[in-house]
């Protein structure tokens, strides 16, 4: 990795449009509308009884170009994991609008030569019209193969351990579709090929591709909003987590819920393999 390149790399402000069938494309990308009589769900993906933007739609709104694939950072892009993910809303996520995306590395972080690195970034996306603030991103991504370079900056932290003691307060098990990251892929725009390309999956370790960790983080925001929120997205203000361990399409992923005086604490599993995807979750709600 070039830390150098990396430290005065900056980015242009990107720009998106979106309308509510975008909204209610990536609802379908989290399995929404699985029961056609749902009637919490149906205002996701069904305009005559919304529409309803999901929050942790915020986490695709404006996304940066894959960067890490131009050959000045000297980064090891195929073998990149999403490590963690936090938003906090400022105000309720419209289901369209055209919104402005100011991008910028934080941090890097080295874990040393063995152990790989951790790229911090941060994401502010605001209308593009008005200039009001619309969600907060934080994100930290895993460079397994790029340790030993240094690091600059101050990691900020996104999120805290889980203590946990009991049985949650709510289980859903969501059986994700063999499709599933393809179909997320086109919903979010995040096109990293690990989640598509059987081959550069074997080439970064993997039998076959991988979920897209965002996908799944988005599933625990479905449960959330099932269990203590339903049809009222406007109360989530904040979510974050851990991604622990790379999930398949296909899996049944198992969302734990455990509600606590402060905010609700989550994690995830796919249970076929009793691996556990997610960790360290927290959702704040007004």
């Known amino acids: ?49 919304g529409p309803l933007a999901v929050p942790s739609q915020c986490v695709t709104l404006c996304w940066a170009p894959f960067w890490h694939k131009q050959p000045e950072t000297g980064i090891a892009w ?42 911090h970034t941060s994401h502010e996306i605001t209308d593009a019209a008005s200039g009001e603030a619309l969600a907060s991103l934080l994100s930290v991504e895993f460079l397994r193969d790029d340790g030993g370079c240094g690091a600059f900056g101050a990691p900020p932290g996104l999120t805290r351990p889980l203590s946990l003691g009991g049985a949650p307060t709510h289980a859903v098990d969501y059986r994700t579709s063999p499709q599933a990251a393809l179909l997320y892929r086109q ?3 995040d096109y990293m ?45 904040a979510m974050s987590a851990r991604f622990v361990a790379p999930a398949y399409p296909g899996d049944t992923i198992r969302v734990e819920l455990f509600a606590t005086s402060e905010s609700v604490r989550f994690r995830a599993w796919a ?8 960790d360290r979750g927290e959702i704040v709600f007004a």
């Not at 249970?271 to 997610?278: A, F, K």
């Open 271 to 278: 249970r076929e393999r009793e691996s556990l995807v997610l």
């Open 78 to 119: 195929r073998r990149i994991l999403h490590g963690e993910q936090s938003f906090r809303i400022h105000r309720p996520l419209p289901t369209h609008g055209s919104v402005r995306g100011e991008h910028r590395i934080v941090a890097v972080e080295d874990k040393g030569a063995a152990r790989g690195a951790l790229v």
């Open 193 to 237: 090929p690990l989640h598509a390309d059987p081959e550069l999956a074997r080439e970064a370790g993997f039998p076959r591709p991988i979920s897209h960790g965002l996908n799944i983080f988005g599933l625990a925001c479905r449960a959330a909003l099932k269990h203590f929120a339903p049809r009222q997205p406007e109360k989530l203000e």
């Open 187 to 189: 919903a979010s725009r």
């Open 1 to 49: 990795m070039n830390l150098v390149y990396l430290r005065q790399l900056s980015f242009a402000p990107i720009l998106q449009s979106y309308d509510a069938r975008d909204s209610a494309l990536y609802a379908l990308s989290l399995g929404m509308g699985e029961d056609p009589l749902d009637d919490d769900e149906l205002p996701y993906v069904y305009e005559g009884r």
